[in-house]
């Protein structure tokens, strides 16, 4: 089944702490993103990768890494968690195509709550 | 940010009844896709429209792009109570690989 999957799903973590969270997708997909979404602030991007060794920042890039070494995976870095980054995320890809079709498979989200 | 904004915030209709959503945005476009989300989960796309098309069709879903305002509308008839969901805008700038830049939604409710 074509899909996008992270892990965790939930987690609690204390301040300070490093974390991962992994996305991967088996679509073939160059392009994949994080978001972040936060109640009234809709969804906000937090880096993307048009490819593999390419990253690039979106809106709200502070606090988080990316790696993207292989092209299925793109696992989001926090290596030092603060409450502010208490939110739920998301993993999305993408095939990239000339013609703009730029159609976003989501992950079914990691709801991190930072004490 | 060139985020879009969708409008009304929120939406309540009875079963039945059409829901009309829409969402402005403010650089040129290559292409407007709309995504639903049922609570707490990820988005689904549902259309995508490209900035040289008007009006499209996707089973009880219609969408419309009128580029001389920046502004789409999305329109969902005769409604059922699983339609209660939050639907966002998403803008894809005219250079077409770029990121896709995500409105605030609007969430609405269907009540049965």
């Known amino acids: 089944e074509a899909q996008v999957t992270q892990n965790p799903r939930y987690l609690i973590t204390v301040t300070g702490k490093k974390l991962t969270v992994t996305c991967s997708q088996n679509?073939?997909?160059?392009?994949m993103s994080w978001y972040r979404q936060d109640p009234g602030l809709g969804l906000r991007q937090i880096y993307y990768?048009?490819?593999?060794?390419?990253?690039d920042k979106g809106d709200v890039p502070e606090g988080y890494k990316v790696s993207r070494k292989e092209k299925r995976n793109f696992p989001l870095i926090l290596e030092s968690p603060s409450p502010n980054q208490t939110s739920l995320y998301f993993c999305?890809?993408?095939?990239?195509?000339?013609?703009?079709?730029?159609?976003?498979?989501f992950g079914p989200g990691t709801r991190l709550t930072v004490l | 940010s060139q985020q879009g904004e969708e409008d009304p915030q929120a939406l309540s209709i009875q079963e039945g009844e059409n829901a009309t959503m829409n969402c402005s945005y403010k650089?040129?476009?290559?292409?407007l896709q709309w995504y639903r989300q049922n609570s707490g989960r990820g988005l689904v796309h549902l259309i995508l429209i490209r900035s040289n098309e008007r009006e499209k069709h996707s089973g009880r879903l219609r969408v419309t792009l009128d580029t001389s305002k920046k502004s789409s509308s999305l329109l969902i008839t005769a409604s059922r109570a699983a339609d209660t969901a939050s639907y966002f805008c998403?803008?894809?700038?005219?250079?077409?690989?770029?990121?896709?830049?995500f409105g605030k939604g609007t969430r609405l409710s269907v009540i049965a």
């Open positions: 990768s048009m490819n593999v060794e390419v990253t």
């Open positions: 999305a890809s993408s095939p990239r195509s000339t013609s703009g079709n730029n159609e976003q498979f």
């Open positions: 998403a803008t894809v700038w005219n250079s077409g690989n770029t990121p896709l830049v």
């Open positions: 650089t040129s476009i290559n292409n």
């Open positions: 679509m073939n997909h160059e392009y």
